[in-house]
């Protein structure tokens, strides 16, 4: 929490209006999702897009809020808690439409599972678990002959 409110206090400092910080293992996180979350900030204090693990994969402020005080990180309960700790201080909270994250095999699996139907939610992803994909392929037929 402490290296998230940095980040906001640092974006502040250099008069930046508004800080959206997005979490780098969402790579289906669309331009579409960021821009929604800036325009919510003209209505709210502060935006999250849940991870359907209890984090969350954007976290949009207008200010460096306290939301972050004794909140768990890396923790099933995070969104709850953050939510709670905005709201404790009167802060208007929106959330935006979930989406998973990959924190773990069974994830990256769902993702390659998402990207089949729709490889243009993350092209560079996409191409990687392609590549990743024929070269396991490869050395499972090498290790069976």
Do not use: C
């Amino acid at each position: 929490g402490a290296r998230l409110h940095h980040a906001f206090q640092w974006t502040r400092a250099r008069a930046f209006e508004h800080t959206i910080l997005i979490g780098s293992d969402s790579p289906q996180i669309s331009r579409e999702i960021i821009e929604n979350a800036r325009k919510a900030l003209d209505e709210v204090d502060v935006v999250l897009g849940p991870a359907d693990d209890g984090g969350y994969y954007l976290l949009a402020m207008r200010k460096p809020y306290n939301v972050f005080t004794g909140v768990p990180m890396s923790t099933g309960v995070v969104l709850e808690m953050t939510i709670e700790l905005a709201r404790s201080q009167g802060l208007l909270v929106r959330l935006l439409d979930p989406l998973f994250d990959v924190d773990e095999f069974s994830d990256l699996l769902r993702l390659d599972s998402l990207l089949q139907r729709d490889d243009t939610l993350a092209p560079a992803t996409a191409a990687l678990l392609t590549q990743l994909k024929a070269s396991l392929q490869r050395d499972f037929v090498s290790s069976q002959q």
